[in-house]
């Protein structure tokens, strides 16, 4: 195989999945080199559709604690039915934080180790080219605060209560002022535009409403405006915590504890999953969860819900496990994801990962 010219190896390894091209990249030097030289990473990225993956968030408590193992990225493969790592060592920075991804690329929070304070930078990478950049530098504040928005590699939003800074492949943020009536939940970017849950209720009862701004009009004075119809009626009402989760195309999905009553502290019957069409403005439901498999999350005060398109994860405490809501094949199936790796209380928080062999520009 050494005699063939590499432009013949890179036309015969291109044409693998890009599963497989990964499993050949662990067999020898050789074959890691081979594969991933510009040249056939160029090649490979217009050919291969990405993997699609379920990535892992580091627990809140591995920020600030010692790292002595090397970081990485816990990922997990639906259509494989496996956990994957991806090793994150290339990476000049203590405790990398990953918190987004889009286009297979890995967008995460790190702390330089030359630096004398606990500053973070926002860096773009990916795990499979072992290629990074880091954004313009944000403050500490950012880093705790801010809920980091995707959809390329050059439109990046970090959004608080208070104000949003937008990056668009200039050398500098944009910061602007957000004028959110509360801090916002589960804030989504939708092609243009962003889309938040705001809590405009009272101290004792909450009240949620569907909030979102163009990015494009972002210099205007009114950057937000509520999303609502009449009807809607009570489709905020009817479901406790709710989060968004961005669904395809022009879809938004909303998920969250079906209320078996509308009294201040009624209990849940199951998780439910409404789709909004933004085209139309009309909700419909996408799923909901299975009895019995309600019944692991009953005991549970609070659960976390990450994904995006077709799939949606759910875990919560004590339960070891996620539960996977999968529309991929045209008809919602839900089943156990079992493995998990890690330690902690079972509150798992994530992103879809579309693992590509893209270079960084």
Request: proline share 7%; with cysteine.
């Amino acid at each position: 195989m050494d005699a063939l010219p590499q432009d013949t190896l890179h036309q015969i390894f291109s044409s693998l999945p890009l599963r497989q091209v990964m499993i050949c990249r662990s067999l020898s030097k050789f074959f890691n080199h081979l594969l991933t030289s510009p040249s056939f990473i160029h090649l490979i990225s217009t050919q291969s559709p990405p993997l699609n993956l379920l990535a892992l968030r580091p627990p809140h408590h591995h920020h600030h604690r010692h790292v002595s193992s090397p970081p990485c990225l816990h990922v997990f493969d639906p259509d494989d039915n496996q956990w994957l790592r991806f090793n994150l060592d290339f990476l000049p920075f203590r405790s990398p934080h990953p918190v987004a991804s889009s286009l297979g690329f890995v967008y995460l929070w790190g702390e330089s180790p030359d630096s004398p304070e606990s500053t973070k930078s926002l860096v773009v990478c990916n795990p499979l080219t072992r290629q990074f950049r880091v954004l313009p530098q944000l403050g500490s504040a950012w880093s705790r605060h801010g809920s980091v928005l995707v959809d390329s590699e050059t439109r990046v939003m970090v959004l608080t209560e208070l104000a949003a800074l937008y990056f668009s492949g200039s050398n500098q943020w944009l910061k602007f002022s957000s004028n959110l009536p509360s801090k916002p939940r589960s804030p989504i970017l939708v092609f243009d535009s962003v889309y938040a849950l705001c809590d405009v209720g009272s101290p004792w009862r909450s009240q949620w409403k569907l909030f979102h701004c163009t990015i494009s009009k972002l210099k205007t004075s009114q950057t937000w405006t509520r999303l609502e119809k009449h009807e809607w009626g009570d489709v905020f009402d009817i479901l406790k915590r709710p989060r968004l989760v961005r669904g395809n195309g022009n879809k938004v999905l909303m998920v969250g504890g079906l209320k078996s009553s509308f009294s201040l502290n009624a209990s849940c019957s199951t998780i439910l999953i409404l789709r909004l069409d933004l085209d139309s403005l009309e909700w419909d439901e996408a799923g909901r969860m299975p009895v019995d498999m309600f019944r692991c999350f009953q005991e549970s005060s609070k659960f976390k819900v990450f994904g995006s398109g077709d799939r949606v994860c759910f875990s919560a405490k004590r339960i070891g496990k996620l539960a996977l809501w999968d529309h991929c094949s045209g008809k919602g199936e839900w089943r156990w994801i079992d493995g998990v790796p890690g330690s902690g209380d079972g509150l798992c928080r994530g992103f879809v990962f579309e693992a590509r062999l893209t270079a960084l520009l």
